[in-house]
Structure formats: structure tokens, C-alpha cells
């Protein structure tokens, strides 16, 4: 069964196309008018072997925030699509991953309960153009129309563009150990017999 979907959204701020295939070979083509982002973005789709295509126009000329917001939202509602009732999956995923001076970790349970947690500390306001409070914004917002519980633990770090790094890396990783099937595991993976 191919785990994939495509996302549409149009709003007066943006205009976005997403597609993602959860089975994929880290295959990235990214146009989101949100340098830093596309950055992050592309380390995502390698660490996760994911395939991702976005193609955004969004009011950048105001501030990248309602961009960034609304990847966020698409890339959600996609891997939510692709994952079906998720059927097999490992459903938690756990990752750390060192950037040079910083080290994150990444929980993950794709409960279908919508929870971030994020305790990261971030030094600078800015990388490059990027409002680094966006971070939050987009995992929020991808943590809400996923409908997962996200926990995200930088546990030490200086440079923020290094922080921001591996919170992306681990939370790729995190995604790919909990969409894993495993072959153990025999319909949904809960008591409830719902996700």
C-alpha cells in the first residue's frame, strides 16, 4: 500500500502545494520562498527517507510567518492522509541527534492526540532572515494536523542554526522509526483499537 498524499492550500497570504510519501528515498524538490526553511526542509526529507515536494508563494514581502505556518499545516494534514489508520506502525519514535556543540531529541507518538512540548532554548532571534521563533510555529502547527504528540528536548547548544539543525534531523528520524510497519504488530497499535 503506498503511503503517500498531496495537499492543497489557498488562502489570501499563501498559496501552497504539498506532496509527501512517507515510503520514500529522501528525494526532496522545494521551492518555499523561506530560504532557511527549504534548508531544514531538504535535512528533514534526507534523514526521514521521505519524499517531499512543496511548491509555496506566500507573503514573504510582510515576514515569513504565514509561509512557514502554513507548510506547517500541509505537511500535517499529509503525513495524517498518507499514514491511513495506521494500521501496523511502530507509533512512537525516539531520536537524539548531535550538531556539532548542540545535541536534540525528538519524541514522538502518533497518538492522535495533538501535544507539542518543546523546551529548547534558542540564542539568537535570527538566522539569516529567519525568525527562529518560527520553530515553534511550524512544529505546532505540524503537530496539530498530524494529530501527534511532539516533544522536542534540546539538551545543550550555542549556535542556533546547529539547534534548529538537530531538532529537524531528530525529528525526521523520530518520524521515520514511528511510521515504521512492523511486521509484529497486527492492526492498530492500541488498546483502544483506534488511533
Known amino acids: 500500500m503506498e503511503r503517500t498524499a498531496a495537499i492543497s492550500r489557498k488562502t489570501s497570504e499563501t498559496q501552497i502545494e504539498l506532496s509527501f510519501d512517507v515510503d520514500g528515498e529522501g528525494r526532496s524538490d522545494l521551492v518555499t520562498g523561506v530560504p532557511f526553511l527549504t534548508h531544514m526542509l531538504d535535512l528533514f526529507t534526507k534523514h526521514g527517507q521521505f519524499n517531499l515536494t512543496v511548491n509555496a508563494n506566500g507573503d514573504t514581502d510582510v515576514d ?101 539543525e538537530a531538532i529537524f534531523k531528530a525529528l525526521a528520524r523520530a518520524l521515520d522509526d514511528a511510521t515504521t510497519i512492523d511486521p509484529r504488530i497486527k492492526g492498530v497499535p492500541s488498546t483502544k483499537g483506534l488511533l
Not at 121 to 133: H, I, Q, S, W
Not at 142 to 151: G, S
Open 64 to 164: 515569513d510567518h504565514h509561509t512557514t505556518e502554513d507548510i506547517g499545516i500541509c505537511l500535517g494534514q499529509a503525513l495524517r492522509e498518507a499514514l491511513g489508520d495506521k494500521g501496523g506502525i511502530r507509533r512512537y519514535g525516539n531520536a537524539f541527534v548531535p550538531m556539532d556543540d548542540a545535541l536534540a531529541q525528538v519524541v514522538i507518538d502518533l497518538s492522535n492526540r495533538p501535544h507539542l512540548e518543546m523546551r529548547a532554548n534558542l540564542p539568537a532571534a535570527k538566522v539569516g532572515t529567519f525568525d527562529t521563533e518560527l520553530v515553534h510555529e511550524f512544529l505546532w502547527k505540524l503537530a496539530l494536523e498530524a494529530r501527534m504528540n511532539l516533544h522536542v528536548i534540546v539538551h545543550y547548544g550555542h549556535n542556533t542554526h546547529h539547534i534548529i
